[in-house]
């Protein structure tokens, strides 16, 4: 394990609160999964390598990229990022370049917004709660322990969770040929509402479906995407 620093305060437009960073192999993570309790189901499917761990909780007031490339609020990475306990964004996670870092929450995620538009992987131990999730891509690994909760959940061209342990919750809006028997989950607890009632009409097309690229484009950008 190498302990790296971290800039406090103002960090490439970001804000962070303090957290213990380092970088930890393969073996170090494997060895932590296994002490958490993630089930090797799960972390088999991630890449081997170097990630950067945060031992504790930790809040982001801003976006948290998984792109590779784009400035993010704890640096480089290898692999990706494992959180050893709570994470909270005030903005967005997202991806939309392939080579798309690794995520993995080992208590819950809170996020503003959840966009993938490429090939992440995101594992969350816990429960995860947003306003807005959507998801446009396949080659990708989504794994969520507990609940995944959103006001909006949006998956597009055959994108589902590979897992939800627990109940996915929110309005959906899926391709015709995707039910919610596709989307991994315990169990689903769909509103009624459809999603082109909750979204600002700069996220929809002009039939009033939503499009893709601005939902993105909106929320990576930190504007409004759910009606007042």
């Given at each position: 394990m190498?302990?790296?620093g971290?800039?406090?305060?103002?960090s490439?437009g970001?804000?962070?609160?303090?957290?213990?960073?380092?970088?930890?192999?393969?073996?170090?993570a494997v060895a932590?999964f296994k002490?958490?309790?993630?089930p090797?189901?799960?972390?088999?499917?991630?890449y081997?390598?170097?990630?950067?761990?945060?031992?504790?909780?930790?809040?982001?007031?801003?976006?948290?990229?998984?792109n590779g490339g784009?400035?993010?609020?704890w640096g480089?990475?290898?692999?990706?990022?494992?959180?050893?306990?709570?994470?909270?964004?005030a903005?967005?996670?997202?991806?939309?370049?392939?080579?798309?870092?690794?995520?993995v929450?080992?208590?819950d995620?809170r996020?503003?917004g959840?966009?993938?538009?490429s090939?992440?992987?995101?594992?969350?131990?816990?429960n995860?709660?947003?306003d807005?999730l959507?998801?446009?891509?396949?080659?990708?690994?989504?794994?969520f322990g507990?609940?995944?909760?959103?006001a909006?959940?949006v998956?597009?061209?055959?994108?589902?969770?590979?897992?939800?342990g627990?109940t996915?919750a929110?309005?959906?809006?899926?391709?015709s040929?995707l039910g919610?028997?596709d989307?991994?989950?315990?169990s689903v607890?769909?509103?009624?509402?459809?999603v082109?009632?909750?979204?600002?009409?700069?996220?929809l097309?002009d039939?009033?479906?939503v499009d893709?690229?601005?939902?993105?484009?909106?929320?990576?950008?930190?504007?409004?995407?759910?009606?007042?």
């Amino acid at each position: 394990m190498r302990e790296r620093g971290l800039g406090v305060g103002d960090s490439w437009g970001y804000t962070v609160r303090v957290v213990e960073l380092s970088e930890i192999s393969w073996d170090e993570a494997v060895a932590l999964f296994k002490e958490r309790g993630v089930p090797e189901s799960t972390w088999e499917n991630l890449y081997e390598g170097e990630y950067v761990l945060c031992a504790g909780d930790a809040v982001v007031e801003g976006n948290f990229p998984l792109n590779g490339g784009d400035e993010h609020p704890w640096g480089d990475y290898d692999i990706g990022y494992i959180v050893d306990g709570d994470l909270t964004v005030a903005g967005c996670v997202y991806d939309e370049d392939d080579g798309a870092a690794a995520l993995v929450v080992l208590g819950d995620l809170r996020a503003k917004g959840i966009s993938i538009a490429s090939d992440p992987k995101i594992v969350v131990k816990g429960n995860t709660e947003v306003d807005v999730l959507f998801a446009q891509y396949t080659d990708k690994y989504l794994d969520f322990g507990g609940d995944l909760r959103g006001a909006v959940q949006v998956w597009l061209d055959e994108c589902a969770p590979d897992r939800v342990g627990g109940t996915l919750a929110g309005a959906l809006e899926l391709p015709s040929y995707l039910g919610v028997g596709d989307l991994g989950a315990t169990s689903v607890a769909r509103a009624d509402v459809p999603v082109g009632e909750l979204v600002v009409a700069d996220a929809l097309d002009d039939e009033g479906k939503v499009d893709g690229e601005a939902l993105h484009n909106l929320l990576i950008g930190g504007e409004p995407v759910l009606r007042g």
